[in-house]
């Protein structure tokens, strides 16, 4: 019997290629210097009418990627997408399932300020913890209130408030 993950992503990846599903894409940018980031993007589909053009999620680069590299990478493998190499100034896109999208969106919108390493562990390890439900609460309530900044605080808190 499979696993209510393996089901659940593969839903929720279906549901997006069919195009009953929300759309988001994986941009990898390299700049001048080889200095690469993600970035997560939604797309307009059917099931956000709202969405124009796309909308801008999150985007991860420097030192806090470095960290999380091997994670986000193994992550981004088990849903086919191989970031390999890119000459410095280019793009490349892929498109990616919701449940991944919201985990990354949100792991990337509370780290990218960070600098302290092991917060930066602490916090990545408490979003890979997060069910579906709660990852998309967070991400929702950094994307559209009104102090964003104010949430992913919150959050950051949460996640490295030592245990007794």
Do not use: C
């Not at 909308?55 to 806090?64: D, F, W």
């Not at 890119?86 to 990354?104: C, F, H, I, V």
């Not at 602490?122 to 991400?139: K, T």
């Amino acid at each position: 019997m499979p696993n209510m993950t393996d089901t659940r992503t593969s839903k929720s990846a279906s549901s997006s290629a069919n195009g009953s599903g929300p759309a988001y894409e994986l941009r990898l940018l390299v700049n001048k210097h080889g200095d690469w980031r993600l970035a997560i993007w939604q797309l307009p589909s059917p099931s956000t009418p709202r969405l124009q053009s796309p909308e801008y999620v999150a985007t991860l680069r420097g030192a806090a990627l470095r960290i999380v590299e091997n994670r986000v990478i193994k992550q981004l493998s088990r849903a086919n997408i191989r970031l390999g190499s890119l000459a410095p100034g280019k793009q490349k896109r892929w498109p990616m399932d919701e449940d991944l999208s919201l985990t990354l969106g949100l792991l990337f919108r509370t780290l990218a300020p960070m600098k302290k390493l092991d917060r930066i562990r602490q916090v990545a390890d408490g979003i890979d913890q997060m069910s579906r439900e709660e990852a998309g609460y967070w991400l929702a309530m950094a994307m559209h209130r009104k102090y964003p900044r104010r949430v992913l605080a919150a959050l950051r808190t949460l996640l490295t408030l030592p245990s007794n």
